[in-house]
Nanobody, 122 residues
Framework: QVQLVESGGALVQAGDSLRLSCAAS????????MGWFRQAPGKEREFVGS????????YYTDSVKGRFTVSRDNAKNTVYLQMNSLKPEDTDVYYC???????????????WGQGTQVTVSS
């Protein structure tokens, strides 16, 4: 079993960059596919991007392609979400999750962090 803790959320302005971290304990992040999701109040959780366990292939939802990057540091057992050119519509609580295989469906990820708030002002 793996425990996940996100950090790095903040209030930023449109066009700024921000990097979120997801620190894992209990198991190595390379043992899992790691996903990033986001959720606004009253809305369903939305897939943002993921990185596969063995090869490290990355996948993104269309709205963040070219702006967001998921990466992994095995030595630090941490996964990152680098967010550039932030827009007000990126305002959400961001969650990292771990699962057996890469997927854009939250039900495929049994392990979740507590979330970190990202607010982008216009």
């Amino acid at each position: 079993q793996v425990q996940l803790v996100e950090s790095g959320g903040a209030l930023v302005q449109a066009g700024d960059s921000l990097r979120l971290s997801c620190a894992a304990s209990g198991r190595t992040v390379s043992s899992y596919a790691m996903g990033w999701f986001r959720q606004a109040p009253g809305k369903e959780r939305e897939f943002v991007g993921s990185i596969s366990g063995r090869i490290g292939s990355t996948y993104y939802t269309d709205s963040v392609k070219g702006r967001f990057t998921v990466s992994r540091d095995n030595a630090k057992n941490t996964v990152y979400l680098q967010m550039n050119s932030l827009k007000p519509e990126d305002t959400d609580v961001y969650y990292c999750a771990a699962g057996a295989f890469g997927s854009n469906k939250e039900n495929d990820y049994p392990y979740w962090g507590q979330g970190t708030q990202v607010t982008v002002s216009s």
